[in-house]
């Protein structure tokens, strides 16, 4: 069996104790370990509440934070793990703005900074490594400008340039982004990106970026998909807000006669967002005597007299003669002038060109245009109060029907060669059910429980005071302030007899019994009596003994 020996005090130390100075020393020493312990309860209770400064920083930027923090001499915690700064919550936004003047968090990419701390002597591919990664970080802060982001990274892949054309490469791109916790893009936002990233990058198409989120979701391919069927995100928008547009137009022009919440309308717009181009050329025939229009024409006439021998000797002259012609239109020549002159031959031949009508159309056909339009609208049963006061719902009657039909209609911009289609429906509207809430009862509440921590932290610390203001403090003080008092009157010397000195000691010690004082400090005032006059309390002693004899 193993004893252990515990350090006993040493006897100096114990005859230290014993003595009034060391007593009054270990009183003050205690009153003031009391009082520091008060001092630090009071001080927990006042301490600031601390609130995250920034958090899932970069070990350069938290780094950089710290140092700030310290020079602006601005307390401060970590938690999560060393992932968040906390600052007390007084001080959180007057500290961020300050930290904001200075540039901090600089966030995890670098920028064109890069490139103002070359170093001489560096290869150019280092040079282009560089360049590549300013563009990048330039481009993940340009992306997290976005509100719904919070944090971006784009890497750039960047062929080599090549003198010969089938040797040529197109850059590609692909770009990760953070997102808030419960947002999204939609996909015009996603275009945007592709789009804000091909425009910065020479020779980069928009089809080479790709955007996929925290999740893993690609991105690009819904904007891909939308510009396969033929629509992209500003079309398909411009389609919704058209829609709206009709729905809002159609009730609010029916909602001053059946009342608010009485009407619900929809409408589905058929647009032709196709770009046509088409030219034409078309001839006309003539039409009529004068509706062609001369472009030139030409004539020639010749004639023979008698029959003298001519033409051209030769081959040509053995050839039999040509038929002869008739002119389509002769002067009548009288018979008697024919008879004596001599056989004569004319010739006679005329050209006319008219113009040819030639009409040229070139036609091209807007984007956007509505192809059809269907629009459906219910409205509620109307509200009817009797005399006694009890609320009914009966229909419209058709000449109401027929009237709402037509406002309808002029609203929506109604055409019937377009093949526009409307439906309007009278009909009770079923009444939505209520959803009740329980409310949680009072000390299940936020602020009860936030009110009731604060409170009670308060009651803590008040209570903690007290206990040991009363249960320590309070004592010791009493103690020391007896120590430190002037020793109790010594009886009379003059005493003519032992007796007398016995009933002034007695009654010395039925006065000191009547104020409140412990075992020790009577044994201490029987001590310092028998110190300054041993010869009373010898006497006193001797007469107890002869009288229990």
Request: charged share 20%.
């Amino acid at each position: 069996m193993e004893v252990t020996e515990t350090s006993a005090p040493t006897p100096a130390l114990v005859s230290f104790a014993q003595t009034p100075g060391g007593k009054n020393f270990f009183l003050m020493l205690g009153v003031a370990a009391v009082v520091a312990v008060m001092a630090g309860v009071w001080m927990w209770g006042q301490q600031p509440d601390y609130r995250v400064l920034f958090s899932n920083y970069s070990d350069r930027d938290g780094g950089a934070i710290i140092a700030s923090l310290q020079q602006m001499n601005v307390p401060y915690k970590f938690a999560e793990g060393g992932n968040a700064i906390l600052v007390p919550a007084a001080q959180v936004h007057d500290t961020r703005l300050k930290l904001a003047s200075q540039g901090l968090p600089k966030g995890g990419s670098v920028g064109f900074e890069l490139m103002e701390n070359q170093k001489l002597g560096v290869s150019q591919f280092l040079e282009q490594v560089n360049f590549q990664r300013a563009l990048e970080g330039e481009l993940a802060r340009s992306i997290q400008s976005i509100a719904a982001i919070q944090a971006a990274r784009v890497h750039l892949a960047m062929p080599k340039a090549s003198v010969f054309v089938r040797d040529q490469q197109k850059p590609t791109a692909s770009v990760l982004l953070n997102l808030h916790p419960g947002r999204g893009l939609d996909p015009q936002q996603v275009s945007a990106i592709v789009h804000l990233v091909a425009s910065s990058v020479p020779d980069l198409p928009t089809k080479n970026v790709t955007v996929v989120d925290q999740n893993g979701n690609l991105l690009s391919e819904n904007n891909k998909l939308a510009n396969s069927n033929g629509l992209d995100p500003t079309q398909l928008k411009y389609v919704q807000e058209l829609q709206q547009s009709i729905v809002k137009r159609i009730e609010s022009i029916i909602t001053p006669i059946v009342g608010a919440n009485n009407v619900r309308a929809e409408a589905t717009a058929d647009v032709d967002f196709s770009h046509t181009e088409q030219a034409a050329e078309t001839y006309t025939p003539n039409q009529g005597p004068n509706a062609a229009a001369v472009r030139s024409q030409q004539s020639s006439e010749s004639q023979n007299g008698g029959n003298t021998a001519s033409g051209v000797p030769g081959a040509l002259t053995n050839q039999p003669p040509a038929p002869a012609t008739a002119p389509l239109t002769a002067p009548a020549v009288p018979p008697a002038a024919n008879a004596g002159a001599a056989p004569t031959s004319s010739h006679k031949d005329m050209t006319v060109n008219y113009e040819v009508d030639k009409t040229v159309r070139y036609v091209q056909q807007p984007m956007g245009g509505l192809k059809r339009l269907s629009v459906a609208v219910v409205v509620n049963y109307r509200k009817e109060v009797d005399k006694n006061g009890k609320v009914s719902m009966k229909p419209l009657s058709e000449q109401e029907k027929s009237q709402i039909t037509d406002l309808v209609k002029e609203a929506m911009g109604y055409s019937k060669e377009r093949g526009d289609s409307l439906n309007v429906v009278n009909s009770p509207f079923a009444g939505a059910e209520k959803e009740i809430i329980e409310e949680p009862p009072i000390w299940k509440r936020p602020e009860t429980i936030q009110t009731a921590m604060g409170m009670g932290k308060y009651l803590l610390i008040g209570v903690a005071l007290l206990y040991l203001f009363f249960g320590f403090l309070k004592p010791l003080l009493t103690r020391v302030k007896h120590n430190i008092s002037p020793p109790p009157p010594l009886p009379a010397p003059e005493a003519e007899d032992e007796e007398d000195a016995l009933v002034q000691i007695s009654h010395e010690a039925e006065n000191a019994a009547e104020k409140p004082r412990n075992f020790q400090n009577n044994l201490e005032h029987a001590k310092e009596l028998a110190r300054q006059d041993p010869r009373i309390v010898a006497n006193v002693v001797k007469n107890w003994v002869s009288k229990n004899e």
